[in-house]
T-cell receptor
């Protein structure tokens, strides 16, 4: 059975802290791994990773994929209250354009 | 550019009632899909479509029907609502196979 597991389930940090969110997966026909940020409404796209060891970076956020160990991490440095959200990891399969999502990590950044 | 538009934003149904959740996208995306989001369960795929006239089942299709008569629209029908269908429903689209999904703002459905 295809599955995507995220950890931790929730996290509370202070502004300025650095956080690491984890995503592991067991799927057949892996195509790519994606990270999304969900605030009050629709998830918004952050990164798509297809190759191992190549870091993707956007401002204070970065992510990397390990296809041998089947996991990815999302790092957020110098956290701000605006980073408070649920972070979703999804895996895309080669068959039928299906995406499997993890349950998400709820991040709360307190001033 | 509106992106993915879902209506209604909120809906309350009684058990056994039927309704249609509307989804429209103006990005000319071939791929569209419906997800439900429940606490502790993440986003689960209900149905998806890779183009007009083509639909297929996802992880949790029971109790839901879809059709795709145009590229723009992908409605989700609940034929006989059950309390287990209380959830937040998201429609999503992508331009090509494997490209990132663009989500609508969701419909919060409560079945009593």
């Amino acid at each position: 059975e295809d599955k995507v597991v995220q950890s931790p389930l929730s996290l509370v940090v202070h502004e300025g802290d650095t956080v690491t969110l984890n995503c592991s997966y067991e799927v057949t026909n892996f195509r790519s791994l994606l990270w999304y940020k969900q605030e009050k409404k629709a998830p918004t796209f952050l990164f798509m990773l297809t190759s191992s060891g190549i870091e993707k970076k956007s401002g204070r956020l970065s992510s990397i994929l390990d296809k041998k160990e089947l996991f990815s991490i999302l790092n957020i440095t110098a956290t701000q209250t605006g980073d408070s959200a649920i972070y979703l990891c999804a895996v895309s399969l080669n068959t039928g354009n299906q995406f499997y999502f993890g349950t998400g990590t709820s991040l709360t950044v307190i001033p | 550019n509106a992106g993915v538009t879902q209506t209604p934003k909120f809906q309350v149904l009684k058990t056994g009632q039927s309704m249609t959740l509307q989804c429209a996208q103006d990005m000319n995306h071939e791929y569209m899909s419906w997800y439900r989001q429940d606490p502790g369960m993440g986003l689960r795929l209900i149905h998806y479509s890779v183009g007009a006239g083509i639909t297929d089942q996802g992880e949790v299709p029971n109790g839901y029907n879809v059709s795709r008569s145009t590229t723009e629209d992908f409605p989700l029908r609940l034929l006989s609502a059950a309390p287990s269908q209380t959830s937040v429903y998201f429609c999503a689209s992508s331009s090509t196979v494997g490209s990132p999904l663009h989500f609508g703002n969701g419909t919060r459905l409560t079945v009593t």
